[in-house]
């Protein structure tokens, strides 16, 4: 497995939104070099205590990205494939990985191959590329011939990737993002929909080339063991899933006052017999296909709790574009361009409901990365209620007792300490003791506690 992924903090771009690209591909345009435009952002990227970076679709495509036209050269909207060469090296240059989005299950309908199809019909030597065609209908956009589209959206072209001249034309391409272009890794779109013996495949011509490549695919339900396992299992497909369990939870139980859901969550997933103890899945607070958090919080002061859980459950964290800021955008029917807008870097603090939260992100990034049970540690809950969630993360050498307070007002808690003696503040400074099996102390007001203990000098 790609070990680095397990100490990684993930900023989550959009990139025909943020830097504005037209809506719709003009084919006969030149190249625009867009993507020149995120380099600046590098070192707010890297100031908020990131080191990946996962790039949405950037490859060639009819509109938004995910209705690929052609996978071997950037969108023009983009810019040039140097373009894309020059961003990767840049981001590499500033310590941080870049991950890419591999649209594999469908293409757009300007995709070379389906176009040869609506050329040439049933002779159309690429005819058995695509998932259920058959000459014997007609598609809802008036083809003479009928085929599978992604969840009824017929504008994505579900392609039969069973058919290995299909696998050919694909892993050719993910190759020359690898060699060509030195990513560190790809999120797979609609994983959870893909062939698995696709996925196993990819996995092993992608770890074949860099041993340390990193896999992750988007998984809305369904057991994450099915697509995702342990670095020790020979044989594995994807290193991680998106944690959509434990997204829900993130909002919905500070809304509802009620962090009993997401303790539920955070217990089934990664508790002492949690199904997903071995996993580091990918956690987020919104993204690119849902609301932006701070419009389904509605109180923007509840932002800090969330991004202090989404920093200290096991997992790791994505930061999306934006939402560092507290960024509001809701979905439209039809329309996800409200969650996916064009930002300045320098005007962007002052669009959010809650500009100070960069700074407090900066502070918990700088404290998971210094915090090995943080990144990797193992989980057990010590304390929940409606507004107050404790759990413990211990690796040897160290324990992390973290304490959220999710009211209005400060609280005082008494959990059990796994050890007596004294504890670090590593949030905000300063030094508890606990006595009698027992840590007692207040918790601020829409913060938290994190308590760190070197267990190992304590049993000395």
């Known amino acids: 497995m790609a070990d680095w992924a397990l100490d990684a903090i993930f900023y989550h771009v959009y990139p025909l939104g943020l830097l504005g690209a037209p809506a719709r591909n003009d084919f006969g345009m030149p190249p625009v070099e867009r993507l020149d435009r995120l380099t600046e952002w590098l070192d707010h990227i890297r100031r908020l205590g990131c080191n990946a970076l996962y790039l949405g679709p950037v490859f060639e495509s009819t509109a938004h990205g995910y209705d690929t036209a052609d996978y071997w050269h950037l969108d023009r909207r983009l810019g040039t494939d140097e373009t894309l060469r020059r961003f990767v090296a840049a981001s590499h240059s500033a310590g941080i990985r870049v991950v890419l989005d591999g649209v594999f299950n469908h293409v757009g309908r300007d995709f070379w191959a389906f176009r040869d199809v609506q050329a040439h019909g049933p002779s159309s030597t690429c005819r058995d590329w695509f998932a259920g065609l058959r000459f014997d209908g007609r598609s809802p956009f008036g083809d003479p011939f009928a085929y599978e589209g992604w969840h009824g959206h017929y504008d994505l072209v579900k392609l039969n990737l069973g058919n290995p001249a299909v696998r050919e034309h694909l892993f050719g391409a993910v190759e020359s993002w690898i060699r060509d272009f030195g990513i560190d890794g790809l999120r797979l779109d609609a994983a959870d929909v893909v062939d698995l013996d696709f996925q196993r495949a990819l996995a092993a011509l992608c770890r074949g080339i860099e041993p340390d490549f990193w896999l992750f695919g988007e998984v809305v339900h369904g057991d994450y063991r099915r697509w995702a396992h342990p670095a020790t299992l020979a044989g594995r497909i994807l290193d991680s899933v998106t944690n959509y369990e434990a997204y829900k939870g993130l909002y919905s139980s500070l809304v509802d006052r009620n962090y009993f859901e997401i303790a539920y969550a955070l217990n089934r997933q990664f508790g002492p017999a949690g199904m997903y103890a071995e996993l580091p899945l990918y956690n987020f607070a919104d993204n690119h296909d849902q609301d932006r958090v701070a419009s389904r919080l509605g109180e923007p002061r509840l932002l800090y709790p969330l991004y202090l859980l989404l920093f200290t459950m096991p997992g790791v964290p994505s930061i999306y574009y934006g939402s560092e800021w507290g960024l ?56 929940v209620a409606g507004e107050q969630l404790g759990f413990a993360r211990e690796i040897e050498g160290e324990t992390v007792v973290v304490l959220l307070n999710a009211a209005d007002r400060a609280v005082e808690l008494a959990v059990p300490a796994p050890h007596d003696g004294e504890w670090r503040d590593l949030l905000d400074g300063g030094t508890i003791r606990a006595a009698g099996g027992l840590l007692r102390t207040q918790v601020p007001a829409g913060w938290g506690r994190v308590l760190s203990q070197d267990s190992r000098a304590t049993r000395r």
């Open 328 to 383: 509001t955008g809701r979905r439209k029917p039809g329309d996800d361009s409200p969650v996916r807008p064009a930002i300045d870097l320098a005007s962007g603090p002052s669009l959010g409901a809650e500009p100070a939260l960069a700074d407090a992100i900066e502070r918990l990034a700088g404290m998971r990365s210094g915090s090995a049970a943080l990144r990797r540690g193992t989980y057990e809950q010590v304390h």
